[in-house]
Antibody, heavy 120, light 107 residues
Framework: QVTLKESGPALVKPTQTLTLTCTFS??????????VSWIRQPPGKALEWLAR???????FYSTSLKTRLTISKDTSKNQVVLTMTNMDPVDTATYYC????????????WGQGTLVTVSS | DIQMTQSPSSLSASVGDRVTITCRAS??????LNWYQQKPGKAPKLLIY???SLQSGVPSRFSGSGSGTDFTLTISSLQPEDFATYYC?????????FGQGTKLEIK
């Protein structure tokens, strides 16, 4: 079955760089049409799409955050990594990774999420 | 970027009620519209994809309609487990975007 799980630090300091890892099973990101996105949700607020990486290594980013985000994949380890630089308290959120398939691109499987708090 | 606007932001209803939530896109997204349900402390769950296709395992009281810029999610007869927050999401183009959510509460 398909599973995804996010991992990373629960607490980061302002100005630090956050690195999150999404480890998945039940599918391969080398399969044509496969896509993995990162999505976040500040406490009590709406979902916000952050970035996506595709099976062919195409990468896409949120317009407002693209200067701070980098997404990459390690197909052999079944992992997708998101880095976000210059963290700020407003970046406090639960971060999710989710799978999608071309062409409809809906998120059919999600990780459980990981809460990241930005505080000194 | 495509903006998604949901209405209402919150809604009070009773078990057995028929409920409709609306989502509007800032430009045409064909039928690339998806609906998710989220309960507190949990990841979102896919309900409807491609505007009107019911995800496997989702009860048939949930339905979706629309195309272009205007979409609706309808719950035909509310059940206690349906009280949650609902989000629409466009998958027509990147950056993909979500609506601001509709919180469905018990009256």
């Amino acid at each position: 079955q398909v599973t995804l799980k996010e991992s990373g630090p629960a607490l980061v300091k302002p100005t630090q760089t956050l690195t999150l890892t999404c480890t998945f099973s039940g599918f391969s990101l080398s399969t044509s049409g496969m896509r993995v996105s990162w999505i976040r949700q500040p406490p009590g607020k709406a979902l916000e799409w952050l970035a996506r990486i595709d099976w062919d290594d195409d990468k896409f980013y949120s317009t407002s955050l693209k200067t701070r985000l980098t997404i990459s994949k390690d197909t052999s380890k079944n992992q997708v990594v998101l880095t976000m630089t210059n963290m700020d308290p407003v970046d406090t959120a639960t971060y999710y990774c989710a799978r999608a398939l071309r062409p409809l691109n809906y998120f059919d499987y999600w990780g459980q999420g990981t809460l990241v708090t930005v505080s000194s | 970027d495509i903006q998604m606007t949901q209405s209402p932001s919150s809604l009070s209803a009773s078990v057995g009620d028929r409920v409709t939530i609306t989502c509007r896109a800032s430009q045409s997204i064909s039928s690339y519209l998806n609906w998710y349900q989220q309960k507190p402390g949990k990841a979102p769950k896919l309900l409807i994809y491609a505007a009107s296709s019911l995800q496997s395992g989702v009860p048939s009281r949930f339905s979706g309609s629309g195309s272009g810029t205007d979409f609706t999610l309808t719950i035909s007869s509310l059940q206690p487990e349906d009280f949650a927050t609902y989000y629409c999401q466009q998958s027509y183009s990147t950056p993909q975007s979500f609506g601001q959510g509709t919180k469905l509460e018990i009256k």
